[in-house]
């Protein structure tokens, strides 16, 4: 943190003159009254040490230094009422009668400043080596996150296009303002005090980095980010080898959720031998935990395959049946020990050609871990669904069922209808969710919704006919 006026008085022992300058404003530097041109940073208060007599002359002399010296503030071991007179005249800021000797009070200021911008420095240095450590970790996004955390502020990531590649902090409400300034755009910006610093050289621009800070040293802030900046140039310019990996990963994912003879095909040849999986959801309250590096390490430990995609901010995948137990104490155990705050929904087994059910079952689970503030939520624990159908007899099961079976196709047997049914009511009945994972257009998953609710008498649009049709689904299940 910066020196501030009102501490700098006390120091010296000398009595703060207010003017266009109050205590709080920090302090960057302190000159000779003879070497004095401008004020260095204009957020920042400049120190000019002289005698009185010749600092009330200065400031009093009408020229254009004398304004620049009305913008500084003026340091001397004296208090003459001359000097009074010429500070308020110009509603300057003084600090007079330091007790500290003549010849030995500019040192002293320069000596204490130096070990400020020393303490400073440190700072920044740590923080560039705990940045670059978090780099590695999570890339631009973890390192834009724990930025916002050092400054105690906010910061936006924008490519040249301006498209935002990440935020973090209230950076999300302030993207339109980051923007703006960014490409010098010609609106008012509601938030003042913005930093730009580009990222990458010259003509080959990768990005921008807009950050805004509630901390008192706006040095540090400009410095640390300017380290930042830096680091995400090779961060953004390094090609990730791993992308293609994660693509084909989610590929197959999506083959899997959709079902049938396809998914348990690729299964066998994903090297999953076993015939029923659980699903599991997981995130993390924290941007700067990787948490498919973190999810597939524990899946390593296990020796289990990496059937996980994520999206949307949330790690989506699939554990043998007898992980399942020690996934959830990984978990844990990772919460109990302070490193971030994580929510897992852990589904129910499920055949491989039928996987889509325990996805939906783990999206479920985790919504209410997320709600409850829970680390670990079992969607057989939930007093819902499960809750019910074992309550009910055989026959209870059957009626249930039986909504379903106009669905059925010539030969009596469900197949297209039912999976399309069970996938929209996983997926929350999101369109475009559930158009991906069946590998369909909309228009197609559209009439198949429509043919759905004539055949079986149900309106999806309807909460309580979906509750009964999730509760049919479950009937023909078990």
């Known amino acids: 943190m910066a020196r501030r006026l009102d501490s700098i008085a006390a120091h010296v022992g000398a009595e703060l003159v207010a003017g266009r300058l109050d205590g709080s404003v920090p302090v960057d530097s302190a000159v000779p009254l003879a070497d004095f041109a401008v004020v260095g940073h204009p957020a920042f208060a400049t120190l000019v040490v002289g005698r009185p007599g010749e600092l009330a002359a200065a400031i009093g002399a009408g020229d254009d230094r004398a304004a620049e010296l009305a ?18 005249n110009a509603d300057a800021t003084a600090i007079v009668g ?17 070990t400020d911008q020393s303490a400073e420095d440190r700072l920044v240095t740590t923080g560039t080596k705990v940045l670059t450590q978090v780099a590695r970790r999570g890339g631009a996004k973890a390192v834009i996150a724990e930025l916002a955390h050092r400054i105690d502020g906010w910061a936006v990531l924008v490519d040249v296009h301006g498209q935002v590649i990440t935020t973090a902090g209230a950076g999300g409400l302030h993207v339109q303002d980051a923007i703006a300034v960014a490409f010098n755009r010609p609106v008012r910006v509601r938030h003042p005090g913005l930093q730009v610093h580009p990222v990458g050289p010259g003509e080959d621009l990768t990005a921008h980095l807009v950050i805004a800070s509630r901390e008192g040293s706006t040095s540090r802030s400009r410095d640390l980010a300017s380290q930042v900046a830096a680091l995400l140039d090779l961060v953004l310019r390094t090609h990730d080898h791993t992308g293609t990996e994660r693509l084909g990963r989610a590929v197959m994912v999506d083959t899997l959720l959709a079902g049938g003879a396809e998914a348990s095909a690729l299964l066998g040849r994903w090297g999953v031998r076993e015939r029923s999986l659980t ?10 935990v990787d948490l498919e590096r973190l999810v597939t390490r524990w899946l390593d430990e296990l020796g289990a395959v990496h059937v996980v995609t994520e999206a949307h901010e949330r790690v989506l995948g699939f554990l043998r049946d007898d992980h399942v137990d020690a996934f959830a104490r990984r978990v844990d155990e990772f919460a109990l020990d302070g490193r971030a705050v994580l929510r897992l929904g852990l589904g129910s087994s499920a055949p491989g050609d039928g996987l889509a059910r325990s996805a939906g079952e783990a999206r479920q689970a985790h919504e209410a871990a997320v709600a409850d503030a829970r680390t670990v939520v079992r969607y057989r624990s939930l007093p819902t669904v499960a809750y019910i159908l074992e309550r009910l007899d055989g026959d209870g099961t059957a009626r249930i069922g039986e909504l ?26 999101a369109l475009g969710t559930t158009a991906a994972t069946l590998g369909v257009h909309r228009q197609t998953l559209a009439s198949r919704l429509a043919r759905i609710e004539e ?10 006919d979906r509750a009964a049709a999730w509760l049919a689904l479950r009937a023909l299940e078990r």
């Open 404 to 429: 379903l079976d106009g669905l059925r196709d010539d030969g009596g047997a469900h197949g297209e209808l039912l999976q399309t049914l069970r996938v929209y009511l996983a997926e929350h009945g």
């Open 455 to 464: 055949r079986s008498g149900l309106s999806l649009s309807s909460p309580d």
């Open 98 to 114: 330091a007790t500290t000797p003549p010849d030995a009070l500019l040192p002293t200021l320069v000596a204490l400043l130096a």
């Open 71 to 88: 913008a500084a503030v003026l340091v001397t071991t004296g208090d003459t009422a001359e000097l009074r007179a010429a500070v308020v």
């Open 279 to 288: 699903a599991f959801a997981l995130s993390s309250r924290s941007k700067a």
